[in-house]
């Protein structure tokens, strides 16, 4: 530790100055990284207005979704049959296509919701 501490005290108290290629070296470097900063700046940003844009179209889909009915799957297993019944919600573009849809099983809704 005493070593280092002489080390650096002399650096300190030394005459010398650096070298233009020295200055020249640091300036590069400090300019790489501010260039690299602002990248990666631009570029959070450009993500997040993306992913904000993608899930605001999301929300648009399923606020405009209708819900279209009640229908139910049937499941073997064995001698053992299951009958889900499961909310169907479905979105439709112009045409009348079906664009998204989804399922809620039936169980899993809300005793105040309207059926």
């Known amino acids: 530790m005493r070593k280092y501490l002489a080390s650096l005290s002399s650096k300190i108290a030394s005459k010398e100055a650096d070298t233009l290629v020295e200055a020249l070296a640091a300036l590069l ?3 790489l990284g501010a260039t690299l900063l ?3 700046v631009m570029v959070s940003t450009n993500v997040s207005v993306t992913s904000r844009q993608s899930l605001s179209n999301l929300y648009k889909a399923e606020a405009g979704m209708a819900e279209s009915g009640v229908s139910g799957a049937d499941f073997s297993f064995g001698k053992i049959n299951i009958q ?3 909310w169907t919600y479905q979105a439709k573009d112009d045409s009348g296509q079906v664009v998204f849809e989804r399922y809620q099983n039936i169980s899993a ?3 105040n919701a309207q059926q």
Request: avoid cysteine; hydrophobic fraction near 60%; aromatic fraction near 0%.
């Open 109 to 111: 809704r809300p005793e």
């Open 38 to 40: 602002a990248t990666m």
């Open 84 to 86: 889900v019944k499961v």
């Open 29 to 31: 470097i400090a300019a």
